[in-house]
């Protein structure tokens, strides 16, 4: 994971899960009008207009958590995702579950980090709705926040294979989770430290 923490490589990873978020919240915008979807607090009256990536890169340039941190967040993105069904990431949710990610993954990883307020000014929302957004989330995993070192070395693999196929049409058709119908990881049981349960691939 030594390559992950390197300034060098972290606009890469930035590049890769911004370009998977992408892909999976447009397959979902297409999935949305054919099943059904529950309305949540991190849905906007309409999509941003900044992309998912200049997004991501914007939390990393002022938020200044460890890129540890975007790992995670990733891990909780999945997590939500398999505990929410009914809210898979689209193009009107996917900006307000990453920013919010984010400050939790912070919160939890680092010892130094900014507020809510801060957040939510790096996000172009609200410190009471950043507020709201964070306690929904929570509750939405359930406050399964602990990361193991396996589960980590996981999602940096799939990052890493991200980075080196680009191609949507190269990757596996279940690269990672993060919603349906187009999932991006299958999650495996975290506290199998035997990990008899294999990753499907």
Do not use: W
């Amino acid at each position: 994971m030594a390559e992950l923490e390197s300034p060098e490589v972290m606009p890469k990873v930035i590049s890769s899960l911004s370009s998977l978020l992408q892909r999976v919240a447009e397959s979902n915008d297409v999935g949305c009008r054919l099943e059904s979807q529950k309305i949540s607090v991190f849905h906007g009256l309409s999509t941003p207009t900044i992309s998912v990536q200049c997004y991501l890169e914007r939390i990393f340039k002022y938020a200044n958590c460890s890129p540890s941190c975007f790992i995670v967040a990733y891990v909780y993105l999945d997590r939500f995702t398999q505990r929410q069904p009914l809210l898979p990431i689209n193009s009107f949710n996917v900006h307000r579950l990453l920013i919010t990610s984010v400050l939790v993954s912070a919160k939890f990883m680092d010892d130094m980090y900014y507020n809510n307020a801060y957040y939510a000014k790096v996000g172009g929302i609200s410190t009471a709705e950043m507020n709201l957004l964070e306690v929904d989330f929570l509750f939405g995993l359930g406050f399964q926040l602990n990361v193991t070192p396996a589960a980590f070395y996981t999602y940096c693999s799939y990052l890493q294979r991200e980075m080196l196929i680009r191609s949507p049409v190269s990757l596996p058709e279940n690269p990672l989770t993060l919603g349906r119908p187009l999932k991006l990881h299958c999650c495996f049981s975290e506290d199998d430290s035997t990990h008899k349960k294999q990753l499907a691939v």
